[in-house]
Each structure stands twice: as C-alpha cells, then as structure tokens.
C-alpha cells in the first residue's frame, strides 16, 4: 500500500472514502466522488442502510455516517488519491447511534472521566496472525474441509530446510520467510500515525506478531481496525493470506490479541504502587473486577466471541483458561511483566482474541475493571493469585453468552441492553452453525 498522511487539505483528493465498523468490529466503506465532496457533506455526512452492518432491522434502518477528518489518511491507490476516513453514525433525528462501536468507545472514557476514576484508559495491543501462501475451504452438505500451505513447512513437507512447527519464536530469516511483509506492514501503519512498538516471528511456524504501542481508549479501536484492514492487504500484495483467526490449524500455537493497560489521573498512571506486585489497590481492584466477570463469561462473550475462539483456550498453549494473575507468567489471565522497572507497572489481559469486535472488547474490560475498583474487590481474597485455583472459565460460545445475559450490569452505563441482546443473538447463531456441522475429526472417531 502506498500512503501518506492527511494534512487537511483535499486539494488533489479523487475520492472521499467514508469508513464505517460493522457489529463484528469488521470494516465497510461508501466511496464519494470529488465532484460530490463538499463542506456540507463533510459536516452532515451521507446516509446509508445499517441493517447491513448488522445493527437495525430493515424496516428501520436509515442512519447518517458523519466522517471524522481527525483520522483521514491518504491512500494512493491505481493512480487514485484516496482519502480515508472513520465515520461516527447518528439517527435521523441527529442524535448519536448508542449500539455504534466508536461510540462505545467514546462512551465509557466519558463514563471513566464521570466516576472520577481516572482521565484515561492507556491501551497496548499485541496483534498475532499467520500467514499461509495459500488456503483452501469448503463446507457444504456433503463435504467439509480446509487446507493451509506454507514455505515454512506446512503442508509442504517435500520443502527444506525448515523448523519444528512449535519452534518458530524469534527466528530470524531465512528460517523466517515474512519478515519483509511484517516490515512493509509496520511501516505503513507508522506512516498513518499507527505506533509500532516492535514485530516478530510468533511461537508456530508461519505465526506472526506486530506490537502496537500505548495509547488511549479514545483512538486504539480505531487503530487496530485499520491495523488489520492494512496487514491483510499488504499481506496479498505479496501474494499471502493472513488471517487473525484464533486457531487457523490444530495442535499448534493460536493467535491471541494480549492487551497491556493501566489508568491514567492527571497524567500519572495509578496502577504503579506498592502493593502485591508492585501495584497499587486500585490495579489489584481493577484485576479482580475483570477476573470476575470473565469467570462468569460476561466479558469472554466479548474478548472471545467465536467458536474458534474455544478452540484456542486449550492448555499447553499459554493461552489461559482459568481466572489468575501473577507476575511474569504466560499461564496466567492477567500477566504483571516482570521486566518492567520500578513505577511502570501494568497489567496484561492475555485471555483475548482478534475474533473480538475491539471497541467492544477494549470497553468491556474498562467497565469490569471499574467495577472491581468501586466495589473494592481483592484478587487474593478470591483466589485468583493461586495458579491451580479450579476456577476454569466456561470454554463454549454458548456458555459466555448465557453468562453475558445473567451478568451485564456493570456494563449498563455503556452498553445498551438492545445492543447486548442483538449480540447475543448474533453469536448463538454462529454457535448453532458450527455445533451441529459434523468435523474430520468425528468421521475418524466415529464413521
């Protein structure tokens, strides 16, 4: 992709194109010609049919997406000046669509600022993906089958030399065959403003992470949308798939989307203390508080909503299953890394994957936490400091949203009850499509 930044000016601009995020947290796009851009467009937006991006019924489904020129950027494109932009959404009526996910975003910082918690919520989020040279998959009545292939050594056993399949962390090319994909992908999201902290080959063979730096609740959704809009692009520039699914292949590493956080009062984090792990009470609140709500599956049913999601939180994989914290542990669901220095404490939520719709998943984790810390909830008191505890998440899409319908009071002054019911319908569809559908693996237990 070649890009550059927007300074403002559309002067040279062929075309506006008005992003809008689906439910699912995906991508969708209106493209307006410049003959049709104007100040009025710009500050009234253009109007579009949201039943399709998964929010309203068709009976009643006209809405107005207002784009946001704060985060415009320019993509040229087949000799096109293409200008990018997020879009807020609003009603008929001019007011703000509740269920929309910048929204919700936008709605639980002002929630955060309102309960004088904190002014921020810092955000820091490891994207994990493979890469295959190709992929193949069908499901029909009579058939079911996916196929990966990759020069890394899978699916192709005849190529050489290669790596074990679980050996693949921090290897460096040739043994690592995407390292000038991951440079051109980082390097397209810090010219977009998009900051990198650091890329590199993941535990698995043709598994891949770029690390995105911290930044607010206010702008991270947005930048791991377009984050993951750009690598897969720039991925099939090169003539690859890249795929953000939790657990593309069995018996191998799965792709997590890990989350560094820590609030933020005047400019000063109010995680880093001298309590249990260098944390003040309000983080060992806080980690209580989103323990809590993932034991029930409330939040799970937003950090992990997709069938493939519980084909990842297995054992054995340092993906973690059950509610603990501890420092320095990959085993754990909330991580306190170790090589931190004195006053930079922070926690980790590892239990998460990029199925997730980000704003919703971001959110979702503030207001557990922010319940923890108003009800003054203690993480040892509850166990969740011993790592052999038995308190074991319910691991099934099913199970996570019965749980989000019983326990989504602490995420009421966010979340509109119409959006968390539609979400739940939404993911009890999926569940029935996957559960009933017979696997390869049941053919060779059981035909």
Same mark, same amino acid.
């Given at each position: 992709?070649?890009?550059?930044?927007?300074?403002?000016?559309?002067?040279?601009?062929?075309? /506006?194109?008005?992003?809008?995020?689906?439910?699912?947290?995906?991508?969708?796009?209106?493209?307006?010609?410049?003959?049709?851009?104007?100040?009025?467009?710009?500050?009234?937006?253009?109007?579009?049919?949201?039943?399709? /991006?998964?929010?309203?019924?068709?009976?009643?489904?006209?809405?107005?997406?207002?784009?946001?020129?704060?985060?415009?950027?320019?993509?040229?494109?087949?000799?096109?000046?293409?200008?990018?932009?997020?879009?807020?959404?609003?009603?008929?009526?001019?007011?703000?669509?509740?269920?929309?996910?910048?929204? =919700?975003?936008?709605?639980?910082?002002?929630?955060?600022?309102?309960?004088?918690?904190?002014?921020?919520?810092?955000?820091?989020?490891?994207?994990?993906?493979?890469?295959?040279?190709?992929?193949?998959?069908?499901?029909?009545?009579? !058939?079911?089958?996916?196929?990966?292939?990759?020069?890394?050594?899978?699916?192709?056993?005849?190529?050489?030399?290669?790596?074990?399949?679980?050996?693949?962390?921090?290897?460096?090319?040739?043994?690592?065959?995407?390292?000038?994909?991951?440079?051109?992908?980082?390097?397209?999201?810090?010219?977009?403003?998009?900051?990198?902290?650091?890329? !590199?080959?993941?535990?698995?063979?043709?598994?891949?992470?770029?690390?995105?730096?911290?930044?607010?609740?206010?702008?991270?959704?947005?930048?791991?949308?377009?984050?993951?809009?750009?690598?897969?692009? =720039?991925?099939?520039?090169?003539?690859?798939?890249?795929?953000?699914?939790?657990?593309?292949?069995?018996?191998?590493?799965?792709?997590?989307?890990?989350? !560094?956080?820590?609030?933020?009062?005047?400019?000063?984090? =109010?995680?880093?203390?001298?309590?249990? !792990?260098?944390?003040?009470?309000?983080? /060992?609140?806080?980690?209580?508080?989103?323990?809590?709500?993932?034991?029930?599956?409330?939040? /799970?049913?937003?950090?992990?909503?997709?069938?493939?999601?519980?084909?990842?939180?297995?054992?054995?994989?340092?993906?973690?299953?059950?509610?603990?914290?501890?420092?320095?542990?990959?085993?754990?669901?909330?991580?306190?890394?170790?090589?931190?220095?004195?006053?930079?404490?922070?926690?980790?939520?590892?239990?998460?994957?990029?199925?997730?719709?980000?704003?919703?998943?971001?959110?979702?984790?503030?207001?557990?936490?922010?319940?923890?810390?108003?009800?003054?909830?203690?993480?040892?008191?509850?166990?969740?400091?011993?790592?052999?505890?038995?308190?074991?998440?319910?691991?099934?899409?099913?199970?996570?949203?019965?749980?989000?319908?019983?326990?989504?009071?602490?995420?009421?002054?966010?979340?509109?009850?119409?959006?968390?019911?539609?979400?739940?319908?939404?993911?009890?569809?999926?569940?029935?499509?996957?559960?009933?559908?017979?696997?390869?693996?049941?053919?060779?237990?059981?035909?």
């Amino acid at each position: 992709m070649e890009l550059k930044k927007f300074d403002g000016n559309l002067t040279g601009i062929d075309f /506006l194109s008005l992003l809008m995020i689906d439910i699912y947290g995906g991508v969708r796009q209106v493209t307006v010609p410049k003959s049709f851009i104007s100040e009025k467009l710009i500050l009234e937006g253009i109007g579009f049919d949201a039943s399709n /991006l998964g929010f309203a019924k068709v009976t009643k489904s006209d809405m107005t997406a207002r784009p946001d020129m704060d985060t415009g950027f320019i993509e040229i494109k087949d000799g096109y000046n293409i200008l990018h932009v997020l879009c807020d959404v609003y009603l008929t009526d001019g007011q703000k669509f509740s269920q929309y996910p910048r929204h =919700i975003a936008q709605k639980t910082l002002e929630y955060l600022r309102k309960e004088n918690i904190a002014h921020d919520a810092k955000m820091l989020v490891e994207l994990e993906f493979h890469i295959f040279e190709d992929v193949r998959y069908s499901s029909a009545v009579g !058939h079911s089958f996916y196929e990966v292939q990759s020069s890394e050594g899978i699916g192709e056993e005849e190529d050489a030399p290669r790596f074990n399949v679980q050996k693949g962390y921090h290897r460096l090319y040739p043994a690592d065959r995407y390292f000038s994909v991951r440079n051109d992908i980082v390097r397209a999201l810090e010219t977009v403003g998009i900051p990198v902290k650091y890329h !590199h080959h993941e535990v698995s063979a043709s598994q891949l992470e770029i690390e995105l730096d911290f930044d607010s609740i206010a702008v991270v959704g947005d930048q791991v949308v377009i984050a993951k809009w750009m690598a897969v692009n =720039i991925a099939r520039e090169h003539g690859l798939y890249l795929t953000f699914m939790p657990k593309p292949m069995y018996n191998v590493a799965g792709n997590g989307m890990h989350v !560094h956080q820590y609030l933020e009062k005047e400019g000063v984090s =109010i995680f880093a203390g001298e309590e249990m !792990h260098g944390l003040t009470k309000e983080a /060992l609140c806080y980690t209580a508080g989103l323990l809590e709500h993932s034991l029930t599956g409330s939040l /799970l049913a937003f950090s992990n909503p997709s069938t493939n999601s519980f084909k990842r939180l297995v054992a054995g994989f340092e993906a973690p299953i059950g509610a603990t914290f501890a420092k320095g542990s990959r085993e754990a669901s909330v991580r306190i890394p170790a090589y931190l220095g004195k006053g930079e404490e922070r926690i980790e939520y590892r239990t998460g994957d990029a199925t997730a719709n980000i704003y919703f998943f971001l959110s979702a984790m503030i207001l557990a936490g922010i319940d923890g810390i108003k009800k003054g909830k203690d993480p040892v008191k509850e166990g969740y400091d011993n790592p052999r505890n038995g308190k074991i998440y319910p691991l099934n899409l099913n199970l996570v949203q019965d749980g989000l319908m019983q326990d989504n009071e602490y995420l009421s002054p966010v979340f509109p009850k119409e959006l968390i019911e539609l979400w739940v319908k939404l993911k009890k569809g999926e569940a029935e499509y996957v559960y009933n559908a017979p696997t390869a693996q049941e053919y060779e237990l059981y035909f």
